[in-house]
């Protein structure tokens, strides 16, 4: 079945940083999804990302989908402590539900 | 709106008992998902329910089922327990599509814990 690759699966970073993570498939994808889960919470949808090669910005954070449709990467620029959570991508490819990856735990050092 | 809502908050038993967790989807929406969460991992796949039909299932044993009712609610069953199944067990529904790709709403979680 899918499969995705998310890397790395900690980051720890000082507050003020920058933070990406990455999601990789070996198949085509035909959208992308990601998570965020705060610690003893639930994974809350941030974004959904369905063209080849798009950039979607949410404030801080920036979404892209390879132009393969087989990866994505969520950035966050200069890292606060709210940002400190699990970050999940959520991939499918055709008349499946959703398979998500293992997550990257960010921790945020103040 | 209310959201995703699931009981109960916390289950203890103990091993070989059965298991049964509880979750209201949000109102419009037909799908169902069930997710594992062991300690400090990542969301194992476990069921998939949309119009009352079971969709989908995760690589999980037969001990591990469900159903969904008419008002789109959803029961997961958990059958002969065993230590390994302890965790958070997350419901997730979205608007069904039909092909289970859609955003998904996730609910507070049940914890269990088998003794």
């Known amino acids: 079945g899918q499969q995705v690759m998310q890397i790395p699966q900690y980051q720890h970073v000082q507050e003020g940083e920058d933070f990406t993570t990455y999601c990789n498939s070996s198949t085509t994808l035909s959208n992308i999804q990601w998570y965020k889960q705060r610690p003893g919470g639930h994974p809350v949808f941030l974004i959904q990302?369905?063209?080849?090669?798009e950039v979607k910005k949410q404030k801080r954070l920036t979404f892209q989908f390879g132009e393969a449709k087989k990866n994505s990467s969520l950035h966050i620029t200069a890292t606060q402590t709210t940002d400190v959570g699990t970050y999940f991508c959520?991939?499918?490819?055709?008349?499946?539900?959703?398979?998500f990856g293992k997550g990257t735990r960010l921790s945020v050092i103040a | 709106e209310a959201g995703v809502t699931q009981s109960p908050t916390h289950l203890i038993k103990t091993r070989g008992q059965q298991a049964t967790l509880r979750c209201s989807p949000i109102s419009g929406h037909t799908s169902v998902y069930w997710y594992q969460q062991a300690l400090g991992l990542g969301l194992q796949f476990l069921l998939w329910?949309?119009?009352?039909?079971?969709?989908n299932r995760g690589n999980f044993p037969p001990r591990f089922s469900g159903r969904q009712f008419p008002n789109y609610s959803s029961e997961l069953n958990v059958n002969a327990l065993e230590l390994e199944d302890s965790a958070l067990y997350l419901c997730?529904?979205?608007?069904?599509?039909?092909?289970?790709?859609?955003?998904?709403?996730f609910g507070p979680g049940t914890r269990l814990l088998v003794l």
């Open positions: 997730a529904s979205s608007l069904g599509t039909g092909v289970g790709q859609e955003t998904q709403y």
């Open positions: 329910y949309d119009e009352g039909e079971e969709r």
């Open positions: 959520a991939v499918n490819s055709g008349n499946t539900p959703l398979v």
């Open positions: 990302l369905v063209k080849s090669g």
